[in-house]
């Protein structure tokens, strides 16, 4: 049988990396059952940055890089 369920992803809001924990997982049955933080991810509230995507400097403030996302090419010369 198969039947259809809804899970949560989490995913950076800077580059749309998909968060795994430390076991492989990246489908978890609630919001209660990811801790990406525990994995250097950073989360406020519905924000997540990958630890890629942020860094937190030497007064705890958070730095979010810019997007990592290739250039686009516009056609002109």
Known sequence: MITK???IVIE???CND???DGNGF?????NNSAHPE???WH??????YCPGCHEIDEDDNLIVKPSAAPATDTGEQ
């Open 38 to 40: 525990d994995n250097g």
């Open 26 to 30: 990246s489908v978890f049955p609630d």
């Open 18 to 20: 998909i968060y795994e």
């Open 5 to 7: 369920v809804e899970c």
């Open 43 to 48: 989360v406020d509230e519905d924000v997540h």
């Open 12 to 14: 950076c809001n800077v």
